[in-house]
């Protein structure tokens, strides 16, 4: 029987993270418009103002998922919540102080609130549920991420034009406030951590990854993986508009069809597990994610934008459930903070590069060539792949071992699922 019916306190935690996608898609359309409607923003703006939500990531990534491994989860996502409302309520109601330096500031600070929120909801949720439960769950997150991206980004077109890009972002700041209405009452309580601060805790988790061949492959992957992706992703709405010539409706409507890709890619990277966790992966990493291509045609015709775009979606959203449930069996719980953290700061770290790059290809070689050259890097990441022992394998390993030389051999964080 699905968990949203047999489990509460998921159904809370499910129902508040995709409200809060909700919101936040609206925002992903509406904040890059602030800056070209009402602030008359130059392509490398648009793509500074992207490079400035991630960046949190390199400056605070790794210190936070040290400190997540020593508190209980649930207030820090209850907190994170409160100061993104916050923060994107402050927009709309900044009036004639509204600048690009503003959006910027915003932008940094919501950013850092999201790198505490992520860190503690990833490492929350394999204690809310049991082992057997975390393929579902992340299948059932992860699709109802995307249905709520789809909702978003299409309302968020309609709602630019009817009550304007700045006062869109309210409706960011209320999904924040009702994720953290449902995250509060949720019943179950964390027990207290009794892990001691430990000066070395950053480099127990760098050490992880370094010396683990599977957490080191799939985190220089996701590295190269969103370099590309948030390279062409920063500035599509500036193409769409002004190459394109569409309306900020049709943006939004287009971007939200093409998340649509997302939904199937959760059942997908769900079901596909049955027939090899190792091979689920390269499907979605590398076979899909060639349709980016079609996302330069787009000035032709909206329809190219549509196919690649839903390709690339779906590829992403199913390799990130396969990746969920792996690492989540793999991980010893007392050390999954760390884990996410580090690779958070790695993966995460590439995305303002991608962004900046982005913005700067699009101002100096023109937003054509830039969109070229930017989705050409998605299919080729998925080469780390292939450069690794996930290519020879059916299925990725459930605890840590040495199956594999480079591997990590100390037993006492070995885990079975």
């Known amino acids: 029987m699905s968990l949203l019916r047999t489990h509460r306190d998921f159904r809370l935690f499910w129902t508040g993270e995709t409200i809060n996608r909700f919101g936040s898609a609206t925002s992903s359309v509406a904040l890059p418009l602030v800056a070209i409607s009402m602030l008359d923003a130059t392509t490398f703006d648009v793509g500074l103002l992207t490079a400035a939500a991630w960046a949190p990531w390199l400056l605070i990534g790794l210190p936070t998922g040290a400190w997540i491994d020593r508190v209980r989860r649930r207030p820090v996502m209850l907190v994170s919540s409160a100061v993104s409302a916050v923060l994107f309520a402050a927009v709309p109601l900044a009036g004639n102080l509204l600048s690009i330096q503003l959006l910027l500031i915003v932008a940094v600070l919501a950013g850092g609130a999201s790198v505490v929120f992520q860190t503690a909801y990833t490492a929350y949720l394999p204690t809310l549920l049991e082992p057997s439960d975390h393929a579902e769950g992340n299948a059932k997150l992860h699709g109802s991420a995307s249905a709520a991206q789809i909702a978003g980004l299409g309302c968020g077109g309609l709602l630019i034009q009817f009550i304007g890009a700045a006062n869109t972002l309210l409706v960011d700041a209320s999904s924040f406030l009702i994720a953290l209405a449902c995250i509060a009452a949720i019943r179950y309580r964390e027990r207290r951590t009794t892990n001691p601060r430990q000066p070395g805790a950053i480099r127990a988790g760098i050490r992880l990854v370094a010396h683990d061949v599977w957490l080191r492959t799939l985190t220089i992957f996701g590295a190269v993986s969103n370099l590309a992706l948030t390279g062409y992703q920063a500035i599509i709405v500036v193409f769409l508009v002004r190459e394109a010539g569409l309306t900020a409706g049709t943006v939004g409507t287009l971007?939200?069809?093409?998340?649509?890709?997302?939904?199937?890619?959760?059942?997908?990277?769900?079901?596909?597990?049955?027939?090899?966790?190792?091979?689920?992966?390269?499907?979605?990493?590398?076979?899909?994610?060639t349709l980016a291509l079609l996302i330069p045609l787009s000035g032709t015709s909206p329809a190219f934008y549509l196919v690649g775009a839903f390709?690339?979606?779906?590829?992403?959203?199913?390799?990130?459930?396969?990746?969920?449930?792996?690492?989540q069996s793999y991980c010893p719980p007392d050390l999954f903070g760390r884990l996410t953290a580090t690779t958070a700061f790695v993966n995460y770290g590439t995305i303002p590069l991608g962004a900046l790059l982005g913005g700067v290809l699009g101002q100096t070689l023109g937003l054509t060539p830039a969109l070229w050259i930017t989705t050409a890097g998605v299919p080729l990441a998925g080469l780390v792949l292939l450069a690794s022992p996930i290519r020879r394998r059916r299925d990725l390993p459930t605890h840590q071992g040495t199956d594999v030389p480079g591997t990590t051999a100390d037993s006492s964080r070995v885990r079975t699922a």
Do not use: D, M, Y
């Not at 990277?269 to 076979?287: S, W």
């Open 255 to 289: 971007i939200a069809a093409a998340s649509s890709g997302g939904v199937v890619g959760a059942f997908v990277g769900r079901h596909t597990i049955r027939f090899g966790t190792a091979r689920a992966l390269l499907l979605c990493e590398l076979g899909l994610p």
């Open 311 to 327: 390709g690339v979606s779906l590829g992403v959203v199913g390799g990130n459930v396969v990746k969920a449930t792996f690492l």
